[in-house]
Each structure stands twice: as structure tokens, then as C-alpha cells.
């Protein structure tokens, strides 16, 4: 029982990067993928494995220093969520093409449902649009155990290969038996081959034509033919196929229906590419073929169109989570049985909101109030969330809230005047995609307030540190790269830095930046709106004020509705706000937010 | 023995502490448990609601009208996550409130006791337990929290659990 864990199924993969004797793994922060690094630094620092494990600056950067290593012959790791696939998109497709001498695993997670992401997309098709092998986890144990098959099979075909977890088995708990360390010592060798890893076209087709060599002899490999779990033949004709964790529910809900056993199922490890002999015995052998899996038609395209029925057949949703609900329908109307009552849905429950005490909030409500008007580009992280305070108009992705803002100053500038446009960013997401959309914006002279949110941590995914503070994810010193140096030499020359919780300071010097944008020298106004996160060992150690509502209430609720902070609730009784002190962090910051100059705060413990 | 409980509540409460102590209780007992939770935007307090399952399962998820048990953190989300449990479900509430439920005033038991509003979530958990309604036992769980906890919350969280416990043994809550 010793050597047995409650593992998640990201501390699963993590710790099995270490056994398996990866020795560099590297990361960029994002739900549901956040925790795999962390684990990979915890497992190195409990079995004394020598790996280095980063938090790059973004998955492009991530992918191709554990691509380096890779290509030394040694084990190698990068972890990332499906979006950031897509910022890793470029050396992902050309890692297929030339290969890697060292194992090489890339991990990406998806988010059906979704949960946490702007899209709900499968990276299982970035995989067979860059021709890479991936694998698709059932649950917490199997994703452990691909991540061994994973590189070994990367190592015996010289190519990257994908694991392909999802929500919920990254964020899943199990059981799980730990491994030993497995020590490699391979000391880095990189042979030089320019034909290779600088392939120029010339050389491109040959390495084309190897790739899918390589991936025709795995797709006969044995060890991919898909799990059999034979019916009791009183439906010789269909067939189930499922893949990831869509199967795991599919065999709980064949037994909520009372059907387990009765339907031949069969669950695919590798989606991509499909084991071929299997194909043909699958297509040869039933009439009709049902395809459950995660989140695009992979599997169902391969097998080709016609007896088999899935998401692009409308029989399965083509969107959205396949949770158990959702398939005991569809099971239910392929067998021919009664279908479950229809879930009701859920309504109500309370909307994500900024913490109390977040810096964020109040910077949020005094762009709002100073510019009224104002056009509000945002960006991913905690700070979406300032969408509930009307100063967040879009999210698009990494880094897009500074492009855009300078989009929409060309825009309106095509007119002649142009309204305040006031980008909002957090530290973490301007050192990952910021930096040449702000050195764009500058040098093409847009004019535009751009305020960094800076709480000097990655909060939304679990406190990873930025590349401004000087310690490594390991917990080694590192060499600190501030943000206000970085900033003038992207050509900002309008620069402040505020205390985030000075809302009258804060208000002066976006009036200040807006002054300077519309100066004949104008352009972009940066604004350091500094913080540290509450949830932070120093955020916790931060002074507590008394606060409290008084008789001069007027009852007009604009704290409520314009600081939404759920440290102040309505009074029904009285008729009048006040202070709800289980939540209250005792920041103080809505003194200044009361028109009647009725909240107060003294210094407390 | 096989168990579904789900575990409901807004971001910031512990659902997720609570969901993995259900977890290490199972582990202990030597039965194979899958577990799941909510991370990322909507543990910004939003509504989130976590999942355990004990005994032979393969998904994590708990469908619509499944669950034996429902822990509830948060009186508001029975109208949310209520539906759940199944007809003959068990819902363990934390409120001040009569209902048709097992009710219990975490929050204020705790705050009563001097402890931060976040151990609630074992006022509940110990309750529960005390209650009979669980597939582990009290002494298991203490035992978990016990060897689980960082040390310098070992005291106050095994105080909010025992306080759980003895409002189940009081008959009331």
C-alpha cells in the first residue's frame, strides 16, 4: 500500500516522465494541463532524478528547448493545453518531418466541454494534420502507462509522438501504484546533419516520404490493435468504438442501461494513426458502427463514411463534453433500448468573479469610470473575469488584447478622431505573447492606454512565477527580467508605474496616458497597475483594514453593481449595503468607490 | 462496495480538499476510487461542483440522477446540483435552514469555534461521516486529515471535523 498514490491523472504523467527518464520537461501554464510540470519538479525532488523542468515563456518556446534536448538523444517532455498547441503549432509540424533521436513527447491537453478555453478543439487533428502519433488516455492509469509506451515507441520510429489527455483525466483522481526511476545516462550528443534538422526543401520530400513510411509500419504494429471487449452476440451486427474518456463512460453507462456485455466495444488507444488490420476486420465484420470520442470525428473520418455513425453523422452532438448523460442517450438509441430521463439543466449558481482584494478590480473600475466611452481589449487570465465589470470587451487569445487594441485605433483613426481604447494585461500573458504585439503597436505608431495588471504571479493556473521574479519553477535563482526595462526597449515612452489599490492615483494617470496618446508625440501609454495576488504568501501577509458601511448609506447600490466584489452584500432589512465580514479581505479599496463617501476603513490587525 | 458521492459548492470553499479526503479514505479502505474536479476560471468562485466514485468504475463523471450522496456547501446549489442524486439520495447541507435534508450550520459551528470560514467544508465532512451516510467511517477520514494536512493545519481542521461529528451524535445540526 506504500508505493499506491491518489494521484491526478497530471501528477500521473508528470511523476512518469520522471521514472521514465525524461530530463527536460518544460511547460507553459495552462487549465487543464497546469499541474503536470509541478508534478515533474516534485517527483524529480522526492526520487532525486536529475531533470531541468521550466516554465518557458510561452509553449513555443517550451517546445523547442525540450525539442533541443530531444535531438541530443536524450528523453525529453513538453505539456500544454490544446490552445497552446496552437502557439507551438510551427516546430510541431517540422519536429514530425525530421525527427528527434531521444524520446520526445509531446503532452496536450484538451478541454471538452469546455471548461476553461476560448475553443473546444482537438489536437488529435493538429496530430494527423502533422502526421504524429498520438495516444488517447482512458483515465489516470492509462495516461501513466502511455507516457511509457509513448517514448519508447518515439524512440524506436525517431519522432515525436503526442499523449492526448482531457479534462477529465488530467483533473481526475486514482489509485496508482508509483514506478522506479528509470536512468537513461545518456550524456547529450548531437550529431550535426544539416539535411537534416536544417532540412532545406531539397531535402523536405525524402523526409516527407520516411514520415509516412514510418507511420504505415506503426499503424501494423500489434501493440495499437484497439482493447476487444466482446459482446454476448445478441447483436452480431453492431459494433461500439470508443476512444479516451468518452469509453470510460460509455462502459459505466452500458451498465446504468443494464446492456454491459451485450454489444462487441472496442477502445482505441491510438486514434491516429488507426491500427489498419483492425480497420479492415472492423469494416468487414458489422453493419452498423458507432463511434463515441473526444472532440472531432478522428477515428469516425478514418473508418470512412457510411455504416458508421458519430459526430459527423449527427448521431453523437458534434459539440460539447461527452458526459455520461450525453452518451447514455446515444446508446440508448443505437441498442434500441429506453433512453435515461433527460437531464435538467443546471440553472442558476454564482458566476466566477475577481476574489476579494484582488488588485485587479479596482484598476478595473477606475478605467471604467474614467472612460466611460471607452473601447476595452483584454486578454486570458484572471483578469478576464473584469468582463463583470464592463471594462473587458474582448478575449481572443494569448497576447491578442495589444494587437487588437492597435486594430482598433487604426480603425477609428481612419476617421480622424478615435475613442479611449484601453488594453488590459496580465504579467504572466505579456512576457507569453505581449511583447511583439506591443513592439508592433509602438513601432506602427498606434496610440492606444495599455495597462499590465501586474500581480508578479501566473494566478488563474495555480501561482506558476513570471520571468520577472527571480526563481526558476524548480525553485532555483534565476535571472529576473523586469517589466519596466523591457518596456522602454519595446519603444514605450509614456511609462507609470501605480499601487493598484490607489484608485485616485490610478484614475490621474489614466487621464495622464489619454492626454499623451492624443499628443502630437502621442502613441502607446503603458500603465504598470502593480499588486501581488492575495492568494500568494506575500498577498496573505498584507495589513487588514476594518471596513464598514455607515448610517450615510444611501442605498443606491453602485458598490454592488460596479465593484461586485463579494465582500459587500445587500442589507434587505436596512435597505442599505454593507460589509459581509466571512469575505471581506479587508483591502479597503471601496472607501473610494462610494458615491456618498459612506464606507470606511481603519487600520485593523 | 460501491459509492458515488458528489461534493457542491462555489470556488474558494475546499470542495476540492473535501473530494480528495473521500478519495485517501477509499485508498486506505484498499478500494479503487476515481475522483474528479474543477480547476481553472471557474474555481474563481464561481459554482463548482466535484465527483467521487468508489468501487469498480472506468469514467469519473457521476450522471444526472446517480449519486447515493450529496454534500452541499452551499444551500443555493441544491437547486442547481440537487438533481444529482438519485430518488433515494442522501443530501448533506451546510445551513442554518430546516429542509428536506440533513442540515447542519457549518459555517457557523466553525466561526463559532474560532476557525477560519474555509473549515466548513470538514464541519460538513464530519458530519456526514457522523451521520453513517458514507461508505468510510469516521475514524478512517480523522485518520486521512490527520496524516494528509499540512502540520499547521492538522489541529484546526481535525477541531472542525470532530465538531461535524459531534453535532451527528447530538442528533441535530
Same mark, same amino acid.
Given at each position: 500500500?506504500?508505493?499506491?498514490?491518489?494521484?491526478?491523472?497530471?501528477?500521473?504523467?508528470?511523476?512518469?516522465?520522471?521514472?521514465?527518464? %525524461?530530463?527536460?520537461?518544460?511547460?507553459?501554464?495552462?487549465?487543464?494541463?497546469?499541474?503536470?510540470?509541478?508534478? %515533474?519538479?516534485?517527483?524529480?525532488?522526492?526520487?532525486?532524478?536529475?531533470?531541468?523542468?521550466?516554465?518557458?515563456?510561452?509553449?513555443?518556446?517550451?517546445?523547442?528547448?525540450?525539442?533541443?534536448?530531444?535531438?541530443?538523444?536524450?528523453?525529453?517532455?513538453?505539456?500544454?493545453?490544446?490552445?497552446?498547441?496552437?502557439?507551438?503549432?510551427?516546430? =510541431?509540424?517540422?519536429?514530425?518531418?525530421?525527427?528527434?533521436?531521444?524520446?520526445?513527447?509531446?503532452?496536450?491537453?484538451?478541454?471538452?466541454?469546455?471548461?476553461?478555453?476560448?475553443?473546444?478543439?482537438?489536437?488529435?487533428?493538429?496530430? +494527423?494534420?502533422?502526421?504524429?502519433?498520438?495516444?488517447?488516455?482512458?483515465?489516470? !492509469?492509462?495516461?501513466?502507462?502511455? %507516457?511509457?509506451?509513448?517514448?519508447?515507441?518515439?524512440?524506436?520510429?525517431?519522432?515525436?509522438?503526442?499523449?492526448?489527455?482531457?479534462?477529465?483525466?488530467?483533473?481526475?483522481?486514482?489509485?496508482?501504484?508509483?514506478?522506479?526511476?528509470?536512468?537513461?545516462?545518456?550524456?547529450?550528443? =548531437?550529431?550535426?546533419d544539416p539535411g537534416r534538422w536544417a532540412a532545406t526543401p531539397v =531535402?523536405?520530400?525524402?523526409?516527407?516520404?520516411?514520415?509516412?513510411?514510418?507511420?504505415?509500419?506503426?499503424? !501494423?504494429?500489434?501493440?495499437?490493435?484497439?482493447?476487444? +471487449?466482446?459482446?454476448?452476440?445478441?447483436?452480431?451486427?453492431?459494433?461500439?468504438?470508443?476512444?479516451?474518456?468518452?469509453?470510460?463512460?460509455?462502459?459505466?453507462?452500458?451498465?446504468?442501461?443494464?446492456?454491459?456485455?451485450?454489444?462487441?466495444?472496442?477502445?482505441?488507444?491510438?486514434?491516429?494513426?488507426?491500427?489498419?488490420?483492425? %480497420?479492415?476486420?472492423?469494416?468487414?465484420?458489422?453493419?452498423?458502427?458507432?463511434?463515441?470520442?473526444?472532440?472531432?470525428?478522428?477515428?469516425?473520418?478514418?473508418?470512412?463514411?457510411?455504416?458508421?455513425?458519430?459526430?459527423?453523422?449527427?448521431?453523437?452532438?458534434?459539440?460539447?463534453?461527452?458526459?455520461?448523460?450525453?452518451?447514455?442517450?446515444?446508446?440508448?438509441?443505437?441498442?434500441? +433500448?429506453?433512453?435515461?430521463?433527460?437531464?435538467?439543466?443546471?440553472?442558476?449558481?454564482?458566476?466566477?468573479?475577481l476574489c476579494p482584494g484582488c488588485g485587479h478590480r479596482g484598476v478595473?473600475?477606475?478605467?471604467?469610470?474614467?472612460?466611460?466611452?471607452?473601447?476595452?481589449?483584454?486578454?486570458?487570465?484572471?483578469?478576464?473575469?473584469?468582463?463583470?465589470?464592463?471594462?473587458?470587451?474582448?478575449?481572443?487569445?494569448?497576447?491578442?488584447?495589444?494587437?487588437?487594441?492597435?486594430? =482598433?485605433?487604426?480603425?477609428?483613426?481612419?476617421?480622424?478622431?478615435?475613442?479611449?481604447?484601453?488594453?488590459?494585461?496580465?504579467?504572466?500573458?505579456?512576457?507569453?505573447?505581449?511583447?511583439?504585439?506591443?513592439?508592433?503597436?509602438?513601432?506602427? !505608431?498606434?496610440?492606444?492606454?495599455?495597462?499590465?495588471?501586474?500581480?508578479?504571479?501566473?494566478?488563474?493556473?495555480?501561482?506558476?512565477?513570471?520571468?520577472?521574479?527571480?526563481?526558476?519553477?524548480?525553485?532555483?535563482?534565476?535571472?529576473?527580467?523586469?517589466?519596466?526595462? +523591457?518596456?522602454?526597449?519595446?519603444?514605450?515612452?509614456?511609462?507609470?508605474?501605480?499601487?493598484?489599490?490607489?484608485?485616485?492615483?490610478?484614475?490621474?494617470?489614466?487621464?495622464?496616458?489619454?492626454?499623451?496618446?492624443?499628443?502630437?508625440?502621442?502613441?502607446?501609454?503603458?500603465?504598470?497597475? !502593480?499588486?501581488?495576488?492575495l492568494l500568494t504568501p506575500e498577498g496573505r501577509r498584507q495589513p487588514?483594514?476594518?471596513?464598514?458601511?455607515?448610517?450615510?448609506?444611501?442605498?443606491?447600490?453602485?458598490?454592488?453593481?460596479?465593484?461586485?466584489?463579494?465582500?459587500?452584500?445587500?442589507?434587505?432589512?436596512?435597505?442599505?449595503?454593507?460589509?459581509?465580514?466571512?469575505?471581506?479581505?479587508?483591502?479597503?479599496?471601496?472607501?473610494?468607490?462610494?458615491?456618498?463617501?459612506?464606507?470606511?476603513?481603519?487600520?485593523?490587525? | 462496495?460501491?459509492?458515488?458521492?458528489?461534493?457542491? /459548492?462555489?470556488?474558494?470553499?475546499?470542495?476540492?480538499?473535501?473530494?480528495?479526503?473521500?478519495?485517501?479514505?477509499?485508498?486506505?479502505?484498499?478500494?479503487?476510487?476515481?475522483?474528479?474536479?474543477?480547476?481553472?476560471?471557474?474555481?474563481?468562485?464561481?459554482?463548482?461542483?466535484?465527483?467521487?466514485?468508489?468501487?469498480?468504475?472506468?469514467?469519473?463523471?457521476?450522471?444526472? /440522477?446517480?449519486?447515493?450522496?450529496?454534500?452541499?456547501?452551499?444551500?443555493?446549489?441544491?437547486?442547481?446540483?440537487?438533481?444529482?442524486?438519485?430518488?433515494?439520495?442522501?443530501?448533506?447541507?451546510?445551513?442554518?435552514?430546516?429542509?428536506?435534508?440533513?442540515?447542519?450550520?457549518?459555517?457557523?459551528?466553525?466561526?463559532?469555534?474560532?476557525?477560519?470560514?474555509?473549515?466548513?467544508?470538514?464541519?460538513?465532512?464530519?458530519?456526514?461521516?457522523?451521520?453513517?451516510?458514507?461508505?468510510?467511517?469516521?475514524?478512517?477520514?480523522?485518520?486521512?486529515?490527520?496524516?494528509?494536512?499540512?502540520?499547521?493545519?492538522?489541529?484546526?481542521?481535525?477541531?472542525?471535523?470532530?465538531?461535524?461529528?459531534?453535532?451527528?451524535?447530538?442528533?441535530?445540526?
Amino acid at each position: 500500500m506504500g508505493s499506491e498514490r491518489l494521484l491526478l491523472g497530471n501528477e500521473a504523467i508528470g511523476r512518469a516522465l520522471v521514472e521514465g527518464g %525524461v530530463t527536460l520537461a518544460a511547460s507553459y501554464p495552462g487549465t487543464p494541463a497546469s499541474e503536470i510540470l509541478a508534478a %515533474v519538479v516534485a517527483a524529480a525532488q522526492e526520487t532525486g532524478a536529475k531533470v531541468h523542468a521550466e516554465w518557458s515563456l510561452n509553449e513555443k518556446v517550451a517546445f523547442e528547448t525540450a525539442l533541443a534536448n530531444a535531438m541530443c538523444g536524450r528523453r525529453s517532455a513538453v505539456a500544454m493545453k490544446q490552445v497552446g498547441l496552437n502557439v507551438a503549432a510551427d516546430p =510541431f509540424f517540422r519536429a514530425a518531418y525530421l525527427g528527434v533521436t531521444g524520446g520526445f513527447l509531446v503532452v496536450a491537453a484538451d478541454d471538452p466541454g469546455p471548461h476553461s478555453s476560448q475553443t473546444e478543439q482537438d489536437s488529435r487533428l493538429l496530430a +494527423l494534420a502533422a502526421q504524429v502519433p498520438v495516444l488517447d488516455p482512458f483515465d489516470p !492509469r492509462e495516461a501513466r502507462e502511455m %507516457v511509457h509506451v509513448g517514448l519508447l515507441l518515439s524512440e524506436r520510429y525517431e519522432l515525436p509522438v503526442m499523449l492526448r489527455p482531457t479534462t477529465r483525466v488530467c483533473h481526475a483522481r486514482q489509485n496508482l501504484p508509483l514506478g522506479e526511476v528509470v536512468s537513461w545516462e545518456r550524456p547529450a550528443r =548531437f550529431v550535426k546533419d544539416p539535411g537534416r534538422w536544417a532540412a532545406t526543401p531539397v =531535402f523536405v520530400r525524402d523526409l516527407h516520404r520516411r514520415l509516412n513510411d514510418k507511420l504505415a509500419a506503426i499503424a !501494423r504494429e500489434a501493440e495499437w490493435t484497439p482493447d476487444f +471487449l466482446p459482446g454476448d452476440g445478441r447483436r452480431p451486427e453492431k459494433c461500439i468504438v470508443a476512444s479516451g474518456v468518452a469509453a470510460a463512460h460509455a462502459l459505466d453507462m452500458l451498465t446504468e442501461l443494464k446492456a454491459a456485455g451485450q454489444v462487441d466495444f472496442y477502445r482505441v488507444k491510438m486514434p491516429f494513426p488507426l491500427h489498419q488490420p483492425w %480497420v479492415e476486420q472492423v469494416l468487414g465484420t458489422y453493419g452498423e458502427i458507432l463511434v463515441l470520442e473526444e472532440t472531432a470525428p478522428v477515428i469516425e473520418l478514418q473508418l470512412g463514411l457510411g455504416r458508421v455513425k458519430g459526430r459527423a453523422t449527427g448521431t453523437v452532438p458534434g459539440q460539447g463534453e461527452l458526459t455520461p448523460e450525453v452518451l447514455g442517450r446515444v446508446l440508448a438509441g443505437f441498442l434500441g +433500448l429506453t433512453a435515461p430521463e433527460a437531464p435538467a439543466p443546471a440553472a442558476g449558481g454564482v458566476r466566477p468573479s475577481l476574489c476579494p482584494g484582488c488588485g485587479h478590480r479596482g484598476v478595473f473600475y477606475a478605467i471604467r469610470e474614467t472612460f466611460p466611452e471607452g473601447i476595452f481589449p483584454s486578454d486570458i487570465g484572471c483578469y478576464t473575469l473584469g468582463i463583470n465589470l464592463q471594462a473587458v470587451d474582448t478575449c481572443h487569445c494569448m497576447g491578442a488584447g495589444i494587437s487588437q487594441a492597435a486594430g =482598433f485605433y487604426h480603425a477609428y483613426a481612419a476617421g480622424g478622431d478615435f475613442p479611449p481604447i484601453v488594453a488590459t494585461i496580465g504579467d504572466s500573458t505579456f512576457y507569453h505573447a505581449g511583447i511583439p504585439a506591443l513592439i508592433n503597436a509602438v513601432f506602427h !505608431r498606434a496610440r492606444f492606454i495599455l495597462v499590465i495588471l501586474d500581480n508578479q504571479t501566473t494566478a488563474m493556473t495555480g501561482h506558476q512565477p513570471t520571468p520577472a521574479l527571480g526563481i526558476t519553477a524548480q525553485g532555483l535563482p534565476a535571472t529576473p527580467v523586469p517589466l519596466p526595462e +523591457l518596456l522602454r526597449a519595446c519603444g514605450v515612452t509614456f511609462l507609470r508605474e501605480v499601487e493598484a489599490y490607489n484608485l485616485p492615483e490610478v484614475k490621474d494617470i489614466l487621464l495622464e496616458a489619454d492626454r499623451f496618446c492624443r499628443s502630437p508625440e502621442g502613441g502607446v501609454a503603458v500603465i504598470i497597475a !502593480r499588486h501581488p495576488c492575495l492568494l500568494t504568501p506575500e498577498g496573505r501577509r498584507q495589513p487588514r483594514y476594518r471596513v464598514r458601511v455607515t448610517e450615510e448609506c444611501i442605498g443606491c447600490g453602485h458598490c454592488l453593481e460596479a465593484f461586485e466584489c463579494r465582500g459587500l452584500k445587500w442589507e434587505e432589512a436596512e435597505g442599505r449595503a454593507a460589509i459581509d465580514p466571512v469575505t471581506c479581505a479587508g483591502c479597503g479599496v471601496c472607501v473610494h468607490v462610494c458615491p456618498a463617501g459612506a464606507i470606511e476603513s481603519e487600520s485593523g490587525d | 462496495m460501491r459509492q458515488q458521492i458528489i461534493v457542491s /459548492g462555489v470556488g474558494g470553499q475546499g470542495a476540492v480538499t473535501l473530494t480528495r479526503w473521500l478519495g485517501e479514505a477509499a485508498m486506505a479502505l484498499g478500494v479503487p476510487v476515481l475522483t474528479s474536479e474543477t480547476h481553472g476560471m471557474a474555481q474563481r468562485g464561481g459554482t463548482v461542483i466535484s465527483m467521487v466514485k468508489v468501487g469498480g468504475y472506468h469514467g469519473p463523471l457521476v450522471p444526472w /440522477g446517480a449519486a447515493d450522496v450529496g454534500l452541499f456547501l452551499r444551500e443555493d446549489n441544491l437547486a442547481v446540483h440537487g438533481g444529482y442524486l438519485k430518488a433515494a439520495g442522501v443530501a448533506v447541507v451546510n445551513t442554518p435552514n430546516p429542509g428536506p435534508y440533513l442540515g447542519i450550520d457549518a459555517l457557523g459551528i466553525a466561526l463559532g469555534l474560532g476557525l477560519k470560514p474555509v473549515t466548513a467544508n470538514l464541519v460538513l465532512l464530519g458530519y456526514a461521516a457522523g451521520q453513517g451516510v458514507l461508505f468510510c467511517g469516521a475514524e478512517v477520514l480523522g485518520e486521512v486529515i490527520r496524516t494528509h494536512t499540512p502540520a499547521r493545519f492538522v489541529e484546526d481542521s481535525l477541531k472542525a471535523f470532530g465538531a461535524g461529528m459531534a453535532a451527528a451524535r447530538e442528533g441535530g445540526g
